[in-house]
């Protein structure tokens, strides 16, 4: 199979983890004789340097072309200053909205070997941690209009977190499908004992769920929830939330299982093209010291591979490979420990591959 993939290099350590993802793709390529393209779209701070936007139009009609987007991370302290419409994250909000992405999914795995990078108690990790934040992703507050105005003689800002039904209706049967490949079971996180936009989203789910009989419903509050992910997180199969939870509880997901640096996520929309992305950001204070860990972002491709392309043997030799290079022992300095391996981001990389 041929593939036209649109890459998204990145800034800090995003051309370092991106190459190590590219080459993992090679390596798949010819393992299974596929052929997989690739074509540079610029965004965040790298295009701000070229072309004064964060976002170029060559850059999204690249991306609107291609099979699917793969993306390191975009920003860093150089672009901090820039006004707010030239911002780097600008360019991703612009790409996300421009590609109609809705969803986000986020795995929160614990692998085996890592279980001692988890900051939770033994007790709690071993009974698992294995659940999918389904995040709304063009919605909510940071779609809503944002206004900064004077009241009573005082700077007053406001930010309005608005839903439409057909946005929530199209988020919940994802939710519902992706838990129908899982353990069969949805919960639903809002705020509807506070918040109108939560009231209808709790009613929306409610019907939604009508349609898939096989799958158990069940509605947290946000609060409760980001308690119960570090109580029990193994209560958890399938969360579905609105932009800004989901923003916050995704983060917090990742954190329980070891390291930020190693969870991959997608961003879909209609149709099968997506885009891939590790969770974290551009790290600057790591760029340029083969520091990294390109684990996320090698797991963002094997995402691609399955959700995307549908290839789920080539995603799972990819997966595979990244157990067996965890088991083997050897880490990145974010999750290396006694007795473990140290590797740079190169190696790490070159160690995935030669497990293919
Ligand atoms: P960050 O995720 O970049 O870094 C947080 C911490 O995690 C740092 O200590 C960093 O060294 C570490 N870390 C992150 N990824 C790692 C990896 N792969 N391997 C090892 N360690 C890793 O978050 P931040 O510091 O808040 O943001 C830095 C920049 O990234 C900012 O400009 C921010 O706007 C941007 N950002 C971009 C995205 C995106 O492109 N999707 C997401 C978040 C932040």
Not at 16 to 24: D, F, R, T
Not at 100 to 106: I, M
Not at 210 to 233: F, G, I
Not at 330 to 340: A, H
């Amino acid at each position: 199979m041929t593939k036209n993939i649109a890459v998204i290099r990145g800034d800090g350590i995003g051309p370092e983890i991106i190459a190590e993802a590219l080459a993992v793709l090679d390596k798949v390529a010819s393992k299974f004789g596929h052929t997989f393209n690739y074509t540079e779209a610029p965004m965040g701070g790298e295009a701000i340097d070229k072309f004064d936007d964060p976002l170029p139009q060559s850059s999204l009609d690249t991306c609107l072309k291609s099979d699917s987007v793969l993306l390191s991370a975009v920003g860093g302290p150089k672009w901090d200053n820039v006004p707010k419409e030239k911002r780097p994250e600008r360019g991703l909000l612009r790409l996300r909205a421009g590609m109609g992405l809705y969803a986000n999914l986020r795995p929160a795995t614990l692998f085996d070997e890592l279980r001692e990078a988890s900051p939770l108690k033994p007790s709690i990790v071993e009974k698992g941690i294995d659940f999918v934040v389904v995040r709304e992703l063009i919605g909510g507050a940071y779609f809503g209009e944002h206004t900064t105005t004077k009241r009573d003689g005082e700077d007053y800002a406001q930010d309005i977190m608005g839903y439409s039904e057909h946005e929530i209706e199209r988020i919940a049967h994802v939710a519902f499908q992706t838990a129908q490949k899982r353990r069969k079971t949805v919960c639903s996180v809002d705020k509807a004992n506070v918040l109108d936009s939560s009231k209808l989203w709790r009613r929306v789910v409610t019907k939604i769920a009508e349609s898939y009989p096989d799958v158990t419903l069940s509605h947290m509050y946000v609060d409760n929830c980001a308690m119960q992910l570090v109580k029990n997180p193994a209560q958890f199969d399938v969360i579905v939330t609105e932009n800004l939870f989901g923003d916050i509880l995704s983060d917090e997901a990742s954190m329980i299982t070891g390291s930020i640096g190693m969870i991959p996520s997608s961003s879909l929309g209609e149709g099968t093209r997506g885009l891939y992305e590790p969770i974290h950001g551009s790290a600057p204070d790591i760029a340029g010291t083969d520091a990294a860990n390109p684990i996320g972002m090698i797991l963002s491709a094997a995402m691609m591979l399955r959700y995307s392309f549908d290839m789920p043997a080539e995603a799972s030799a990819i997966e595979n490979a990244v157990e067996a290079v965890l088991r083997d022992g050897f880490r990145t300095g974010d999750t290396v420990s006694e007795g473990k391996t140290l590797l740079g981001c190169r190696e790490t990389g070159k160690a995935i591959c030669a497990k293919i």
